[in-house]
């Protein structure tokens, strides 16, 4: 297990990439974290010291089906925020191979509060491809693609050492892995918008069907799979489907370990890495250090900014599976925790929520192109004391209209937090609309 | 938009330099290899010409198309749905800082400040009167848990306070 203190590895010119600054806590299970702060297991060299690549020689001697009935007995999840049964995702590619199989791999890490995937890329490069090479092997895919958010300028850097490095060594065999920069659009995250995007178009969600397994990128037979979740697949397959499975705090729907991003007002933000079934307020309190000196909790997102706003008492309160936030009225999602102490202005931040996604809609479908604007446009009003009586129904109707109702769920994940933060919070935006409060925006 | 030496391109009657001779269209031969179409290196094409000129011009999106055998009304309409692809000069160093939300509340907004003070921007999206800063906010950089981050350049930069910008603006100069 790490011992070392985390150092920073790279330093730039004003200071640098710090990330993963933190000992890891007794009561953190480190999997994918594990080597997190060694600087040399991004090497090949020391990664195969490490027992890297080792599953994918196991994989390889394996049917394809055998792989995926691995990996679907250990009950691994999505981990980029829909949770969805990794195993069974790769069995509904088509069985005979009649056209190209292809592999994407979402490394468009952008949801607010989430900067996990980013932190396996730059500790754990051979991880991500290692488990990559394996997911191709049992979807029969000879190409995989990795996309990686045009922002990440570091990650980009050492995945594309490690890529070269690795198919140096021949680890790859025919499989072909590329890296595919994005351009800055948060939106490139739905899957088949990345799918458009890697196509050389404009990052427009499609319409479903055809589903990916179906018609995915440039029409063929593709699987999506998150950074973090191919991450946990070589480990899978070395110590096997039970083993994994046994890593269970609570629900048997959700095993294995998560990272959580946490940020916002705790002590010690950063990633955790915990069993699913592990409680939020542990999370908070315990690994994270608590608020600040004076404050206290008042709000938490739990799983990046698309899910539904908890109160004090249901964050502490919620366990960390899929099931168990789902309890709470809030959804895993992607793992990034955003936590606001009693100084933080709800109705502002809700604002910056709703202008995140009103800058990142692709503008294809009406309700989302005018519903984030006016969103946005109605909560500024809010906060420049020009808010009207009315307008909290205004946006609850408004968020109505934009749920479930588009081609992607970026409309539905503007309304999130609009809806459970004036459920929750009402009273301070009843302070802005009655004058009870100052304005802190000029209309 | 200030004059800047190693960005501006000749408008009008001007010869036209292409991005795409000997080395470049290696490179490009070497994307095109990754993928079943053509068309898919456009995202790629267009960092290419981003890095070779610090921004991507209507005449250089022209050209791009005819390597790739698209045309230029395409090329922009991908050019304008990224925002990282510049369609105008900027300054010699081009600032994102992060202020959505969870940066919002460690101090975001005071980072773009004391950047727009130092870098002489003074706003956003400005570019500074020696052409060597351009600042802009940007959404989400995913390193929430190390607010502020920016990115200078390629540089990325976490745990920004307003009090350690005049350090690295420094450094840069």
Known sequence: MRSALRIPHSVGKGGGVVGYPHKPHPRETVLLSRYFGEADARTYKAWVKRGGYAALEQARAMEPAR???IVKESGLRGRGGAGFPTGLKWSFMPKEKKKPHYLCVNADESEPGTFKDREIMRWTPHALLEGTA????????????????????????????????????GVFGDLKIHLHRGAGAYICGEETALMNSIEGKR??????????????????????????????????LTKGAAWYKGLSLSSPKSTGTKLFSVCGHVQQPGNYEVTLGFPLKDLLYELCGGMRPGRTLKACIPGGSSVPILDRAE??????????????????????????????????QIMRLARFYAHESCAQCTQCREGTAW??????????????????????????????KTICVLSDSCAAPVVSGIKKFRSEFEDYLTGRRKPVMVA | MSADAHTSQPA?????????????????????????????????????????????SDRNMAEVAEVLGLTPAYVKGVVTFYTMYHQHP?????????????????????VVQALLAATGAKELGATSPDGKWTVIEVECLGACGFATPILVDDDFIESVTPDSVPEIVRKYK
Not at chain 1, 139 to 146: C, H, N, P, R, S
Request: hydrophobic share 45%.
């Open chain 2, 90 to 110: 900027v300054g010699k160093h081009f600032v994102q800082v992060c202020t959505t939300s969870p940066c919002n509340i460690c101090g975001a907004e005071a």
């Open chain 1, 134 to 169: 394996i997911a191709a092997h049992a979807i029969q895919a000879e190409v995989a693609y990795i996309y990686i958010r045009g922002e990440f300028t570091e990650p980009l850097a050492i995945m594309e050492k490690a890529l070269a490095d690795a198919r140096s060594a």
């Open chain 1, 67 to 69: 792989v995926i009935d």
């Open chain 2, 12 to 56: 009008g009657t001007e010869e036209y330099q292409p991005v795409f001779t000997e080395q470049m269209l290696e490179q490009l031969q070497e994307i095109l290899a990754r993928y079943p179409t053509k068309q898919a290196a456009l995202l790629p094409a267009l960092w290419l010409v981003q890095r070779a000129r610090g921004w991507i």
């Open chain 1, 375 to 404: 969103t946005t446009k109605i909560l500024e009003r809010i906060l420049a004391g020009q808010g009207k009586p009315a307008d909290l129904d205004l946006l609850l109707d408004l968020s109505e209209n934009m749920t479930g």
């Open chain 1, 203 to 236: 990052g427009n969600p499609r319409i479903k069907p055809p589903f990916p397994a179906a018609s995915g990128v440039f029409g063929m037979p593709t699987t999506i799979n998150n950074v973090e979740t191919l991450a946990a697949v070589p480990p899978i």
């Open chain 1, 315 to 348: 964050t502490e309160s919620c366990l960390l599976d899929y099931e168990g936030v789902v309890e709470r009225g809030s959804m895993l999602g992607s793992g990034g925790v955003i936590v606001f102490d009693d100084s933080a202005d709800m109705v502002y």
